[in-house]
């Protein structure tokens, strides 16, 4: 019996509604995180991508450093955090805009040649079936960046040493701090990805200098510039609190699927679309596509 799309799907963290550009990143003292981490993304991505996709994309907040990309796909479980994004950059056709759920991707197979996750896996309670479809989506040679919270970082190991405070550091096991957030042992996560088959090449150790000290001390783009020449040299150490790793699907790259989508009720390849509907002809299935947003999360009853 084919089970495609009736797999129970992981408890999700919905940030519909949510105001995370305006609580999390305007004028909230995280330009510098901001900024480190743009050095890293512009380091490890590649020069050229033929369909890339943003997972768990938000607002589009780094949306403009796929610039010299051919094909865009930004997707998140949060429309209204998606309308945002759509409101910036839905002028340019290149930009594809898709309400979905990492745990069971809307697309087919071999259907990008570079995925992007940042500031996502911490959220996530399953990463390793995540990853799954990462590994699904991408093409042979295909490239995942992808960043998580290090919980053996070192302000993470110093509090624990000395105050005995936190969780130790230093064990495998993912940290959940507060519900459906978690900080991820580097080693844990670099396990994954070698068993799910991707071949890691690069690693960023990021946002080292998040002290709030230096940030009241020194100008968010000095720290940040900073930040990026400390990024290499202090990757082997893992002490960072954000890590930026580069890895691949082995092998030559592969052509891509021309189907973007596959039906995520039963996994068909290929939907129909015609005047905001799409449906899926294997299943019957129908989405809305509205304001320039393909709606994967919530299905039009039939
Ligand atoms: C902390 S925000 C980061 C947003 C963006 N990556 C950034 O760095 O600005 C986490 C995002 O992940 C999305 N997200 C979390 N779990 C998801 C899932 N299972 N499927 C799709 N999106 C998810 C949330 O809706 C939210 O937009
Ligand atoms: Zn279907």
């Given at each position: 019996?084919?089970?495609?799309?009736?797999?129970?799907?992981?408890?999700?963290?919905?940030?519909?509604?949510?105001?995370?550009?305006?609580?999390?990143?305007?004028?909230?003292?995280?330009?510098?995180?901001?900024?480190?981490?743009?050095?890293?993304?512009?380091?490890?991505?590649?020069?050229?991508?033929?369909?890339?996709?943003?997972?768990?994309?938000?607002?589009?907040?780094?949306?403009?450093?796929?610039?010299?990309?051919?094909?865009?796909?930004?997707?998140?479980?949060?429309?209204?955090?998606?309308?945002?994004?759509?409101?910036?950059?839905?002028?340019?056709?290149?930009?594809?805009?898709?309400?979905?759920?990492?745990?069971?991707?809307?697309?087919?197979?071999?259907?990008?040649?570079?995925?992007?996750?940042?500031?996502?896996?911490?959220?996530?309670?399953?990463?390793?079936?995540?990853?799954?479809?990462?590994?699904?989506?991408?093409?042979?040679?295909?490239?995942?960046?992808?960043?998580?919270?290090?919980?053996?970082?070192?302000?993470?190991?110093?509090?624990?040493?000395?105050?005995?405070?936190?969780?130790?550091?230093?064990?495998?096991?993912?940290?959940?701090?507060?519900?459906?957030?978690?900080?991820?042992?580097?080693?844990?996560?670099?396990?994954?990805?070698?068993?799910?088959?991707?071949?890691?090449?690069?690693?960023?150790?990021?946002?080292?200098?998040?002290?709030?000290?230096?940030?009241?001390?020194?100008?968010?783009?000095?720290?940040?510039?900073?930040?990026?020449?400390?990024?290499?040299?202090?990757?082997?150490?893992?002490?960072?609190?954000?890590?930026?790793?580069?890895?691949?699907?082995?092998?030559?790259?592969?052509?891509?699927?021309?189907?973007?989508?596959?039906c995520?009720?039963c996994?068909a390849v290929g939907l129909q679309e015609d005047?905001?509907?799409v449906w899926c002809a294997a299943c019957g299935q129908h989405?809305?596509?509205?304001?320039?947003?393909?709606?994967?999360?919530?299905?039009?009853?039939?």
């Amino acid at each position: 019996m084919c089970l495609a799309g009736q797999d129970r799907v992981p408890v999700t963290i919905d940030y519909e509604g949510s105001q995370y550009r305006a609580e999390f990143w305007e004028g909230q003292g995280r330009e510098y995180e901001n900024a480190a981490e743009r050095i890293a993304l512009r380091h490890l991505l590649p020069r050229t991508s033929r369909r890339m996709v943003e997972l768990g994309a938000g607002f589009g907040r780094l949306a403009d450093l796929y610039a010299p990309y051919e094909q865009v796909v930004l997707l998140d479980y949060s429309r209204s955090l998606l309308e945002d994004a759509q409101q910036r950059w839905g002028h340019d056709p290149r930009f594809v805009f898709v309400v979905g759920n990492i745990y069971d991707l809307p697309f087919a197979d071999s259907a990008f040649d570079t995925t992007v996750m940042v500031r996502v896996l911490h959220h996530l309670v399953e990463p390793q079936r995540a990853l799954h479809e990462m590994r699904r989506i991408l093409t042979g040679g295909g490239e995942l960046i992808l960043e998580y919270a290090n919980k053996r970082n070192l302000k993470a190991i110093l509090r624990y040493l000395l105050q005995r405070r936190g969780a130790n550091p230093f064990s495998l096991e993912p940290w959940e701090f507060v519900p459906l957030n978690f900080d991820f042992h580097p080693r844990h996560v670099e396990g994954l990805l070698g068993e799910i088959g991707f071949v890691l090449h690069q690693r960023r150790s990021v946002s080292i200098l998040r002290l709030p000290a230096l940030k009241r001390l020194l100008p968010a783009s000095l720290l940040a510039r900073l930040d990026g020449f400390l990024q290499v040299p202090t990757a082997p150490l893992r002490l960072g609190p954000s890590i930026f790793v580069r890895v691949t699907v082995p092998g030559e790259r592969g052509e891509l699927t021309p189907s973007l989508f596959r039906c995520p009720s039963c996994h068909a390849v290929g939907l129909q679309e015609d005047g905001g509907v799409v449906w899926c002809a294997a299943c019957g299935q129908h989405w809305s596509r509205r304001d320039g947003i393909y709606d994967f999360k919530n299905p039009l009853t039939r």
